[in-house]
DNA sequence: GCGACAG
DNA sequence: ATCTTGTCGC
């Protein structure tokens, strides 16, 4: 039995252009609520990306942990062929259908979503993290090691400076320094929650690393798994 | 037309 | 993201 968390999750119209997803993203950038709207919060899930070139194949690793202990529950891995190009702006379209693949056989249904790449920082409001919220309608948050879009001064150098990202007016995001002598990270949210809530979670979940570990750890598998594969070649 | 550009 | 060894700095 898989995908017993997210029913509504069909990806039947699933963009094949650039222009097909633009107009999608036009369409869900309206559905997305930057409001807290969760119960407590006692698990989130580490979401990560990786890509096989030669196979042509992209690779979802989820980690899902405790909250108050960060320390892995349980942990996916799963493959699906790429069937979208990167780019800039359209990254959910390339990644979101090999997440939910692996969402679907996680044994519980997580509280929260942390994703490596934008929420609303977008310049449509719809990065990867606020996409896959409104799609499962759980709150989540994205957390990036670069910027997108969007304009800010560069925070202190002590771990939790930080300042404003804005675009067109808006502030859009937090751009943090979660490690000293680190480069920043951009934290937005995605769904079901505000900036400043994102914010506060993200650096709830640093442990000392630049990344917080719910992503660090799918990241490091991520990494892990390629080196045994390529090992074997 | 010229830069910028998550992973 | 991925291709890739050693190397500078804390």
Known sequence: MVAMFFPSTNLHSWPTTAAE????????RHRVKIENDFGELKT?????VSY?????????????????????????????????????????????????QALGHL???PDLLMV??????????LGIAAHLGVLVDMPSIGVAKSRLTGTYKEPGPATGDQSPLMDK????????????????????PGHRMDIATATQLTLQCLRGYRLPEPTRIADKISKQR???QQTLL
């Not at 690779?59 to 190009?85: C, G, N, S, Y």
């Not at 007016?169 to 937005?188: A, D, H, M, Q, Y």
């Open 44 to 48: 989130v899930a580490g979401i990560d």
């Open 169 to 188: 007016g808006e502030r859009i995001g937090t751009v943090l320094r979660s490690k000293p002598k680190t480069n920043v990270l951009f934290i937005s």
């Open 226 to 228: 390629e080196r045994r």
């Open 21 to 28: 997803a633009i107009e999608l993203q036009q369409e869900f």
């Open 52 to 100: 096989d070139i030669k196979a042509d194949t992209s690779r979802a690793v989820i980690v899902l942990m405790k909250l108050d202990r960060l320390e892995p529950l349980q942990t996916i891995v799963t493959d699906a062929p790429t069937t979208f190009p990167y780019i800039p702006g359209l990254l959910s379209f390339r990644e979101i259908p090999v997440i939910l």
């Open 107 to 109: 044994a519980t249904k």
């Open 116 to 125: 490596d790449g934008q929420g609303i920082a977008h310049p449509r409001r």
